[in-house]
């Protein structure tokens, strides 16, 4: 089954860190670009990152850039979003998403990983 | 940034009837590399991550039934629903794939009347 599964979300203090995971089965994970996508309670779905197949290129959103950092390990098959100096308005579900190989849409997503930042 | 507006924010269709979704985008989203436009949607369900229907504006992603469609071109797009099910209760949003950042509608909410 070709699937993703993100983990590693949890309660963080403002200006801490926090690193997620995503984990693909099923699929050439080399062969993708991968998405963030994060999903504040109750709001509508934004763009966080957007990372090359072979990890050396990320396009990150203006609100996350110079904090959220993005690695990947093709041997482990995961993505990895290492957020650091959170903020309160980066509570959000995270979710992570294939990219279809069709210009950019997301074919396979995540359930999701929830991250609350909060004192 | 490319700015995606959907209309309604929410409805209410009786089942069996039809749901019309507009999306315009701030700018046009239509290739001239591929003569294709870089939009696709999204459907959410309580609890659920968001699933792809459509891609390319107007092709249906594998599975998805063909009461789902989408049309459109340039900056103004639609997804149309006929013969609304129960089962179509949930969030539609639309997505520009076409640059950076990458963008959202807010969302349109369907409901059964």
């Known amino acids: 089954e070709v699937q993703v599964v993100e983990s590693g979300g949890g309660l963080v203090q403002p200006g801490g860190s926090l690193r997620l995971s995503c984990a693909a089965s099923?699929?050439?994970?080399?062969?993708?670009?991968i998405y963030w996508i994060r999903q504040a309670p109750g709001k509508g779905l934004v763009y966080v990152s957007h990372?090359?197949?072979?990890?050396?290129?990320?396009i990150y959103a203006d609100s996350v850039k110079g904090r959220f950092t993005v690695s990947r390990d093709n041997a482990k098959n995961t993505l990895y979003l290492q957020m650091n100096s959170l903020r309160a308005e980066d509570t959000a579900v995270y979710f992570c998403a294939r990219d279809s190989h069709r210009g950019g849409c997301m074919d396979v997503w995540g359930k999701g990983t929830r991250v609350t930042v909060s004192s | 940034d490319i700015v995606m507006t959907q209309s309604p924010d929410s409805l209410a269709v009786s089942l069996g009837e039809r749901a019309t979704i507009n999306c315009k985008s701030s700018?046009?989203?239509?290739?001239?590399?591929?003569?294709?436009?870089?939009l696709g949607w999204y459907q959410q369900k309580p609890g659920q991550p968001p699933k792809l229907l459509i891609y390319?504006?107007?092709t249906r992603e594998s599975g998805v039934p063909d009461r789902f469609s989408g049309s459109g071109s340039g900056t103004d797009f639609t997804l149309t629903i006929t013969n609304l099910q129960a089962e179509d209760v949930a969030v539609y949003y639309c997505h520009q794939y076409y640059s950076y950042p990458r963008t959202f509608g807010q969302g349109t909410r369907v409901e059964i009347k």
């Open positions: 990372t090359s197949p072979d990890g050396a290129a990320t």
């Open positions: 099923g699929f050439t994970f080399s062969k993708y670009y």
């Open positions: 390319w504006a107007s």
């Open positions: 700018q046009s989203i239509l290739s001239s590399s591929n003569n294709e436009n870089f």
